[in-house]
């Protein structure tokens, strides 16, 4: 059960964040930013990797 846990919980950071970028907002500075693509992909792989690293400390996985 905690293996499941953590991998759902290391799924849902890119989820959550394609989920914001999918409102089609046109507000987000980030959009009109020429990093802001390339910046969303590395809090999503710094997170998702900062998540596995825990569980894995922590022997979930």
């Not at 919980?9 to 980030?30: K, L, Q, R, W």
């Not at 802001?36 to 022997?59: A, D, E, H, K």
Request: charged letters at 10%; proline letters at 5%.
């Amino acid at each position: 059960m905690r293996k499941i846990t953590a991998y759902v919980a290391i799924i849902s950071v890119p989820t959550m964040i394609a989920g914001i970028y999918g409102m089609n907002f046109d507000h987000i500075p980030e959009l009109h930013w020429t990093f802001g693509y390339p910046m969303v992909w590395l809090v999503i792989i710094t997170s998702c990797l900062t998540l596995f690293r825990v569980f894995r400390r922590n022997q979930w996985l």
